[in-house]
C-alpha cells in the first residue's frame, strides 16, 4: 500500500489500533490491550495528559521543525523509541525482528524484553546501533551473569532493570481473555485465530511463541511451574523482587550505559542517582501493575526537579502531541509500547514505519502551531492560567 494511501487509511494510532484488535485474536488482543483492575491508572495516564495545555503562536514566520535530541551521549533523529514488551512475538510473528530492524532503520532504541519470544541471540542480526536490553531480575548470579554476558555479546549497549513489578499482577481482562503461559490453544481460542488468517498463518511458519530466554533456564525451575496463573509465567520464578544492592550489582557488572525503568517517587530520584544509574524510566508500567498509582505524566515535574539525570518518558501516548507534552515537562526521551504493536497487527512489517511516519508528521504540525523551532523551546510553550 502506497504511503499517501497509508496515511489516508490509518491517519493516526487510533486506526491502527482498531485494525490491529480486528488481525489479532480476542485472547491475543486481551493481553496487550489490558491493564489490571478496573484499569483506572490506565484511563487516568490519558486523562492528565489531555491536561496539559500549550499556547498556539502567531506571526512567528516559516520555519523547519528540528526532531532531533540526544540521549546518553547518542545523537537520535527523533525524541521517542521502542519500550519493551513481554511476549512481543504473541501479539504479532516475529514481532522483536521486525521491531529491532525497523529501530535500526528509524536509528532509534528498540528494548528487548527478558521475556520475548526471541532471544538477544536471536535479533543480533538486526539490531542495529541502539539495542537496549531489559532486564527483569534472575535472583540466581549465576543466571544474572549470563543474561548480561549473552545481551553484551548480541549487541546491546544498555540495560534497562525494571523495578515496578515486585509481584505478579492480576490482569483480570487478560485472565478473562484465556490466555495461559505458555500459551494453549484450546477451542475456545483456536475459534478466534481462525478469524485471524494473516496472525496464524505467521505462527503456524514461526511456531507457538515461548519465553525462549527463560527457557533456556528451566532447569533451575524444573517441578515448580504447575498452578502458575496466566498473568505469571516461568519468568516468575526465575527473578526476585530486587533491592538497592541488587541496583548496585548490575551497576557493577555492566558495562555501559545502566537505566532504572518503572519509578514514579520522585525521593528515589537522588538514590539512583548516586548508585551510578545513568537515566531514570518514569512509568506505571501502562496502568498493568497497579491500579491506585499516580498518573506518569503528573509525577514528571517533580522528578525533572528532583535529578539532572536524563529522563525517560511512557504511558498512554497517542500521538505525535502528547510526545510533546511530556518533553515539555521535563522528559528527555519518550518510549512506546503498545503503539509499536498496534502498528505490526494492523499493517505487519510496514506498520513500524508508518507508525514513525504519523508521529513524526503530528510533532511537525503542533510544533508549528505553538512555534517550537526544536524540542529545548517546548517547555516556553505550556499554558499554564
Given at each position: 500500500m502506497r504511503a499517501m494511501n497509508l496515511h489516508s487509511k490509518y491517519p493516526a494510532i487510533s486506526d491502527l489500533r482498531q485494525a490491529a484488535q480486528r488481525r489479532i485474536p480476542h485472547f491475543v488482543w486481551e493481553y496487550l490491550d489490558s491493564a489490571t483492575g478496573t484499569e483506572a491508572t490506565k484511563a487516568r495516564n490519558r486523562a492528565k495528559l489531555d491536561e496539559i495545555l500549550m499556547m498556539p503562536s502567531i506571526l512567528h514566520g516559516e520555519f523547519e521543525a528540528d526532531l532531533s535530541t540526544s540521549l546518553l551521549g547518542r545523537k537520535m533523529?527523533?525524541?521517542?523509541?521502542?519500550?519493551?514488551?513481554?511476549?512481543?512475538?504473541?501479539?504479532?510473528?516475529?514481532?522483536?525482528?521486525?521491531?529491532?530492524?525497523?529501530?535500526a532503520e528509524l536509528d532509534v532504541p528498540y528494548t528487548l524484553?527478558?521475556?520475548?519470544?526471541?532471544?538477544?541471540e536471536e535479533v543480533a542480526d538486526v539490531l542495529g546501533a541502539q539495542g537496549w536490553f531489559q532486564m527483569y531480575p534472575p535472583r540466581d548470579e549465576g543466571i544474572r551473569t549470563d543474561m548480561l554476558n549473552r545481551a553484551k555479546a548480541a549487541?546491546?549497549?544498555t540495560l534497562v532493570l525494571t523495578v515496578d513489578v515486585p509481584v505478579a499482577s492480576r490482569r483480570e481482562r487478560q485472565l478473562r481473555g484465556g490466555l495461559q503461559q505458555p500459551p494453549k490453544l484450546t477451542p475456545r481460542l483456536l475459534a478466534q485465530v481462525a478469524r485471524c488468517p494473516a496472525w496464524a498463518l505467521g505462527?503456524?511458519?514461526?511456531?507457538?511463541?515461548?519465553?525462549?530466554?527463560?527457557?533456556?533456564?528451566?532447569?533451575?525451575?524444573?517441578g515448580q511451574t504447575e498452578?502458575?496463573?496466566?498473568?505469571?509465567?516461568?519468568?516468575?520464578?526465575?527473578?526476585?523482587?530486587?533491592?538497592?544492592?541488587?541496583?548496585?550489582?548490575?551497576?557493577d557488572n555492566?558495562?555501559?550505559?545502566?537505566?532504572?525503568?518503572?519509578?514514579?517517587?520522585?525521593?528515589?530520584?537522588p538514590r539512583l542517582e548516586g548508585a551510578g544509574v545513568d537515566a531514570i524510566w518514569l512509568s506505571n508500567h501502562a496502568g498493568r501493575q497497579f491500579d491506585a498509582a499516580p498518573a506518569a505524566i503528573e509525577v514528571l515535574p517533580q522528578m525533572?526537579?528532583?535529578?539532572?539525570?536524563?529522563?525517560?518518558?511512557?504511558?498512554?501516548?497517542?500521538?505525535?502531541?502528547?510526545?510533546?507534552?511530556?518533553?515539555?515537562?521535563?522528559a528527555d526521551f519518550v518510549m512506546m509500547g503498545?503503539?509499536?504493536?498496534?502498528?505490526?497487527?494492523?499493517?505487519?512489517?510496514a506498520g513500524p514505519a508508518h507508525l514513525a511516519a504519523i508521529l513524526r508528521a503530528d510533532m511537525v504540525a503542533n510544533m508549528g502551531q505553538i512555534g517550537a523551532k526544536d524540542l529545548s523551546t517546548l517547555s516556553k510553550k505550556l499554558y499554564t492560567d
Open positions: 533523529p527523533l525524541p521517542f523509541g521502542i519500550a519493551p514488551v513481554g511476549m512481543s512475538g504473541l501479539i504479532w510473528p516475529n514481532a522483536e525482528r521486525i521491531l529491532a530492524q525497523s529501530a524484553s527478558t521475556v520475548a519470544t526471541r532471544t538477544p549487541g546491546f549497549h505462527t503456524a511458519r514461526l511456531g507457538m511463541p515461548r519465553m525462549r530466554l527463560m527457557d533456556s533456564y528451566l532447569d533451575h525451575v524444573a498452578g502458575l496463573s496466566s498473568t505469571a509465567h516461568v519468568g516468575y520464578l526465575l527473578r526476585t523482587s530486587p533491592d538497592w544492592e541488587y541496583v548496585q550489582w548490575l551497576r555492566w558495562e555501559g550505559h545502566f537505566i532504572v525503568k518503572g519509578v514514579l517517587n520522585a525521593e528515589d530520584a525533572r526537579a528532583a535529578t539532572s539525570l536524563p529522563l525517560i518518558y511512557d504511558s498512554a501516548i497517542s500521538g505525535g502531541l502528547d510526545i510533546l507534552r511530556a518533553l515539555a515537562l521535563g503498545r503503539a509499536w504493536h498496534y502498528a505490526l497487527g494492523a499493517l505487519g512489517a
